[in-house]
């Protein structure tokens, strides 16, 4: 076809993406290397990363585009990693080429090997080599270039194919990642061409060995015959022997041999020199043989592990897509059936609220939804230790909704609860937990169905419920009360709306009401109030609720539309102030006086026009109130004559007098205070007490500082900041108190220094009436975990809780009953102490050292660094008088317990005791007692009766006769010789019955082992049936045992026991060995003859 026609024509072409289509206008005569140009121009997609699929298959580079009017191709764009495995291939099939090249190679090798053969076998010819005309070409070395211009070239260039193929297929292995699903298929083909290839190379290796094996034994046979040559003609010392002064003719002659000589010479040198270079070759290829066989090896082990671990990702993702596809049609049913379940309760709660709007408006109905006319539900806690109330909760709800034992209520632990509190949150409650009680009649999941049925009713009821709490805040017009609430089966606290409530029962109670929609946890919080206004396009003016001074004020135009804003104020108290100077003097001390601190919350932080924010801070009472009357100059007083009472916080100096400066701070994100430029403040009287900010930017929170008029800007951020942070804090006090009537039970009290007094009183009331321990002041944070740690000789006697919050409005506390850890320590004091810790934990100042493994004195510090650690805040010390030491106890006699070895044990021995009289000690006597030890008993029972003595002498006896010796004949012996032969016949009648027992027993036992074998042995264990014909075992009996039990050793087993058991006395092992040789079983008999004879 002729291309050149096609030239300017064109035609469209629909290229389909992942994401989208795309049609490229290209040439008639264009290629797909043209088209890839073309969408690179158009979509910046490199060429390299481009495959264009045409019914499923990839065009290549250079191939030509299809001549259809409508052609539509698919493009499927490259990774990196994909573009360089597409490189490897195309460099393995070059490879693979010149592989088959060097096996063409190896046939000129092996020729090559040929001919050197050959010309080993001529060279016979260097014996005749001397007399030859042309001794050049006679005696001239075999010459091994065909080795440096053909086995040296081969070998390099086949190693650094390989090399390079090696090295390519490693990189992109190790960049590659098994587990990206979508390069599978490419690491399954890679590790295929890894494996033909060393299984190539191994069968090339293996040519060229046997090459270099046939090639030196060529050259050692030809070095060799050389050798031998030389040495069978007695060249050497021929050559060696000097020349003499002849004729003319010998001289030529001997001139013309020496020539020669020298030429074999010559020869013989060049044949050694060129075989060492070929020695020195073949060593190499060995080497380089061997270790080319040892990459081929560990790169078919990575080649197999490759492919294990591509098999396994395969399977991996094939199970993982099997198990998501699961997860999604499970995912899929329970939203469709929660969707219907939903839509139903949708439907039922628009047709109640429907029916409930028609009667909502009456009288009748706003009594009945009224919660003063429901049913109220009283709940009280059994140790409320927080806050001490007569009851935990109340709760009101619709008559039928719920009963008095549906809810059950407990106590939460504050820090168990989880409950945040913020830097302004006080909590003035009990947490409590409302749910659902468990039926009495259900257990399990019964109990689960009905609590979770009560669950549903209380959330779907028509009004929600009144839960009416107890509180215990105190007046504050600054702060409010809201009600926290985490509903059942979820983690996060929710603020609801509360009011303050009134009920007729409960007249002397704090109550607050809330509404929620299910029950759940709760807790009551103090919290700063909040002001919600709302400014219109006119502007206006509005005041706060807990400061009337404070006003915020806006111009008609600053506003589009309606806008919603809230506002908070946390006042600053001249008390406040006052003790800050006090505790941080050099922080504090140029501080005059602090106006609230205001938070604005609009809802954008930029205004169109300014506004104004009237705030209130106290003037500065230092300065002269009275005008200066007219004293003469030098009548005037030095000082002021003034009580220093009428200056205010501070004393009275000229510096005050002078002035003092205004610092507007603002709150960034980071929790410090900065002096801003943003905002600017003029004052609005003479007083200077109102001042008048106007900003466009809504800080989070803005403050004015009233200060000497030399503080600078950055020492009224530190006074700020020191101020913020002791706002947030609490003063307070450890007190540690005893009873009087018990030291052991004690108290630990974390108490505010305001209310120290009033918590003294409440602890005598209740009977901690001893000195009491009372550690400095310390700040502690509202809802800060106090760990209480003992150190010394005291520690609690019982299992408590030694980590409790601090919450200023309810008690932290814990009673406990302590004891001394070592009795018998601390002889010089007259009491045991020990020392309680207070710990709390913050941010610690640590020393940063270069080298931590060097002494303390010679590391070099780096700088500071805050790490959080525990804080001890105090140690106080705890003394727990001695008690009263205790009269010496009566020695304890150890308890001889007697092990029987025989006829005599325990029993006999008692018997004996009774039985004897005063001749025991005669009896003793003759038994070897010692008199030192009959001593001894007599002196242990004085005025007792004989009987525990002569059990005791008997016993010694006992207990050192040696095991050896016969105990009964000894002591028949020595009661034969006191003459209590009545006593003689006892002992007798004991052996006998004795060995009866043990005769018994040992039948028994071998009764047991007989039993055994016959089960193991393969004759017993098939011919069981024959046995127990023989040995009389029912037939009833064999088919119980062959029902009962499938295993045949047991049946055997159990045959035999039926046998002993119907038997009785007559069943022995003799008996079984007769029965046995009745059924001919000789082997088996000649073991059971053995064991009864052993």
Known sequence: MDTGSKEGQTRMIHVQTETKNLDISVDLACNVQGLK??????????????????NGKELNHGEDLPQQDELTLQLVVKSESNVKESAAEAAEE?????????????????SANQDLKEKDNETASVNTGLDSPNPQKAGSPISVAFLDDGVDSLISDHYQTLTDMLSKREEELASGHFKSYTQL???????????????HNEDFLSKMSKALEITMNSLSKLNKRIINKIEEEHLQTWLSTP????????????????AKAAELREAVAASELQFAAVTKLCAEMEVNTAEAQQMAIDARIAAEEAARKVEEAEKAAREKARIEEEKRQKAKELEKRQQEEERIRLEKEAKRKAEMAELKGTPEEQERINPANWPTYTYRLQNANDFDASYSCIIRALPGVLAQDDVTVTKVYQLESKLQLENNDELISNIIQLKPSLSSDGDGDDASISSRSLENIVASSEEPLSVLLPHCAPRNT??????????????????????????????DAKLVECRPTGLGVFAVVHRLKTDKFAFTKKGGKVFSTVDGRLCVQCRPGAFRVNTPFSMQIQPVELASVSDVKVRFPDECSDLISSSPIVSLQFPSSKLNRPISIITPIP?????PKRPVTAVPEKEKPKSSSRPASAFGLGSYSKEEEEGDNLHLLALTNNGYWIVTDEMEFTPQNKKGDLISVNTTVIPNKYWLLRTKASTSSTKAELIANTLYDYLHKRVVQFIIKQKGDDPTDIVLVCTPTLKFDRTVRRLEDEGYSEAMKLSPEVFVREGQKIEIKFRGNLQPDEDVDLVLPYNSHLKTQVNMYIAEIDKYAQKSFSSYRGFAQFYVEGLVTREIYEDNDKKRGDRKSLGTEEVWDTIMLSELLISLPKPEPEAPKPLKKAKINLVSEGPIDDNLLKQLSGD????WKMLATHLNVKKTRIQSIMRNHVNCENEPAIYEMLLTWVKRVPRSLDKVKVLCDALRAVGRLDLVEDVRDKEYDYKELRAEQLKENLLKVIFVKIAQHPAGLTRYGEIAAVLKVSDEELRNIENEYSNGRERCIKMLESWRNEAGESASPNTLLRAVKYLRLTDLAGEIRRMITY
């Open 37 to 54: 140009e073309s969408i690179e121009e158009v979509e910046g997609i490199p060429v390299q990363q481009q495959g264009i699929i045409l």
């Open 94 to 110: 070059e490879y693979t080429e010149a592989d088959f090249e060097d096996s063409t190679s190896l046939d000129k090798v092996d």
């Open 185 to 199: 298929s490419v690491l399954q083909q890679t590790a295929n061409h890894i494996s033909s290839h060393m299984k």
């Open 243 to 258: 020349i003499t002064s002849q004729d003319a003719s010998e001289q030529s002659k001997s001139r013309d041999l020496m």
């Open 478 to 507: 600054s702060k409010e009360i809201i009600v926290l609430w985490k509903p059942l089966h979820s983690l996060t606290w929710q603020a609801i709306d509360a009011k303050d409530c009134n009920i007729e029962s409960v007249k």
């Open 619 to 623: 003037a500065n009472s230092a300065k």
């Open 916 to 919: 004897l009289g005063d001749e």
